[in-house]
Nanobody
Framework: QVRLAESGGGLVQPGGSLRLSCAPS????????MGWYRQAPGKQRELVAN???????TYADSVKGRFTISRDNAKNTVYLQMNSLTPEDTAVYYC????????????WGQGTQVTVSS
């Protein structure tokens, strides 16, 4: 049984920082790519940042230079460091683990709320 446990969301003022964590269980973490997605009210879910099993990272244009995705394979954890937050970053943030082996295997976390407001 695969489970992705997210943590680190909350309320922060504009310009502030948060660090999200996601710790999957039930998979061989180091073999999976990991992604952070977000969904704001009334909007579609969008990719925020991605890190491959080899450590290659990609980011949405809206977060480049402000967010950093990283992974610690020894701790089976992926992180999203978010700096210089703005109200436009307010959303539910989801973690995804995925791997393609003849077909796509993907697993999602339950989401964590990030609210940026003064």
């Amino acid at each position: 049984q695969v489970r992705l446990a997210e943590s680190g969301g909350g309320l922060v003022q504009p310009g502030g920082s948060l660090r999200l964590s996601c710790a999957p269980s039930g998979i061989i973490f180091k073999m999976y790519a990991m992604g952070w997605y977000r969904q704001a009210p009334g909007k579609q879910r969008e990719l925020v940042a991605n890190i491959t099993s080899g450590g290659t990272t990609t980011y949405a244009d809206s977060v480049k230079g402000r967010f950093t995705i990283s992974r610690d394979n020894a701790k089976n954890t992926v992180y999203l460091q978010m700096n210089s937050l703005t109200p436009e970053d307010t959303a539910v943030y989801y973690c995804k683990a995925y791997r393609y082996i003849t077909r796509l295997f993907e697993y999602w976390g339950q989401g964590t709320q990030v609210t940026v407001s003064s």
